[in-house]
């Protein structure tokens, strides 16, 4: 199986919440929500395969990357977390929700949608001009009014990851569509999204939120589609109030 040998990292006790990382990323991009949130409860990341410390090839398809994600939780008696998933991440555990809903006590879309479209110059550029491409993903993925300093950093970050990799996963991205059976899934779901994203620009947050029936939608001001960097107290008391049902 495509799930062996994936990366896993636990931290803190009690209600169980997993964290999917977006494309070409890794389990860096929720330390900060790892740092806050383990105090109340317990915290799981993961590399998807082919990234951080996973090794193997990437999956093709967010099918792919569902069932991967599904046979390590049972790999690990991993039993009905709550799935927080940006971007890529969050098309997975859309499937997850959709595909095993008796496995997903309740899903967290961070900057996602119920499709993901991607520039055709980044699917291009990715592999024939890959710092240049992943410079230019760096730059639109934050506010404007988001430090250089932290662009910079998730450059490097996603630097690490092979080209193929992360070609792979905004491949998987631009195939994802689920606009006709999103509003099939019944599982609680949270939606965050940044007010000033320009990869998964607050219309898709908006469409999740009327057609998830019940679900809970957070713009947060000033942040980009790295929201989770860029505001974590925002996001991670968001977070908390949604696993607290509070």
Not at 111 to 127: F, Q
Request: glycine share 8%.
């Amino acid at each position: 199986m495509k799930s062996v040998g994936m990366h896993i990292e636990r931290y803190g006790q009690g209600e169980k919440i997993l964290f999917i990382h977006g494309s070409g990323w890794n389990t860096h991009m929720w330390y900060g929500q790892r740092d806050y949130l383990a105090s109340s409860m317990e915290v799981i990341l993961i590399d998807l395969p082919g990234h951080g410390e996973s090794p193997g090839n990437s999956c093709k398809t967010i099918e792919e990357y569902r069932d991967a994600v599904y046979e390590t939780m049972k790999k690990h008696g991993i039993e009905r977390p709550y799935i927080a998933g940006h971007s890529l991440g969050g098309a997975v555990a859309q499937s997850l929700s959709l595909t095993y809903p008796d496995s997903v006590k309740g899903i967290i879309l961070v900057g996602t949608g119920a499709r993901l479209r991607v520039l055709p110059h980044i699917l291009e550029g990715i592999i024939n001009d890959t710092e240049n491409t992943i410079k230019n993903i760096a730059e639109i993925a934050f506010s404007p009014k988001t430090s250089q300093t932290l662009k910079n950093e998730a450059f490097d970050e996603m630097m690490k990851c092979r080209a193929e990799v992360t070609s792979h996963d905004f491949h998987a991205c631009d195939g994802f569509n689920i606009m006709e059976s999103v509003s099939s899934i019944t599982t609680p779901a949270l939606i965050i999204c940044g007010t000033d994203d320009a990869l998964t620009p607050p219309k898709y947050s908006l469409y999740l939120n009327k057609t998830i029936k019940g679900s809970r939608l957070v713009f947060v001001e000033g942040a980009g589609h790295m929201v989770m960097l860029e505001k974590p107290m925002e996001v991670n008391r968001t977070i908390e109030r949604f696993v607290k049902n509070e």
